[in-house]
Nanobody
Framework: QVQLLESGGGLVQAGGSLRLSCAASGPIDSRWTMAWLRQAPGKEHDFVAAIRGSDGLAYYADSVKGRFTISRDSAKMTLYLQMNNLNPEDTAAYYC????????????WGQGTQVTVSS
């Protein structure tokens, strides 16, 4: 089965940067769409960014455009999220998720990594 393992979270001051990684294992390939979502305490999961498997197109939530960059190393089957100019509103647990080509929902999730931005 496909498994996702996130890393790279931590505590950073406002204006700082972090890079998250998500290592995928199992029967997954570059045709899968992979994404980052986040969940702040007491809130629902919010979409952050994704790379579409069908054509490699990256797309972002408006709140992170221009600050976050999603990328994927297909050879290593690793997804990244470079986060710059972080602010306290970015504080959340960040989850890596994946779905197969043709599926509408993310069916595989990682365990999450905490990002805390202090003011």
């Amino acid at each position: 089965q496909v498994q996702l393992l996130e890393s790279g979270g931590g505590l950073v001051q406002a204006g700082g940067s972090l890079r998250l990684s998500c290592a995928a294992s199992g029967p997954i390939d570059s045709r899968w769409t992979m994404a980052w979502l986040r969940q702040a305490p007491g809130k629902e999961h919010d979409f952050v960014a994704a790379i579409r498997g069908s054509d490699g197109l990256a797309y972002y939530a408006d709140s992170v455009k221009g600050r976050f960059t999603i990328s994927r190393d297909s050879a290593k089957m690793t997804l990244y999220l470079q986060m710059n100019n972080l602010n306290p509103e970015d504080t959340a647990a960040y989850y890596c998720a994946a779905r197969e080509l043709g599926q509408n929902q993310y069916t595989v999730w990682g365990q999450g990594t905490q990002v805390t931005v202090s003011s």
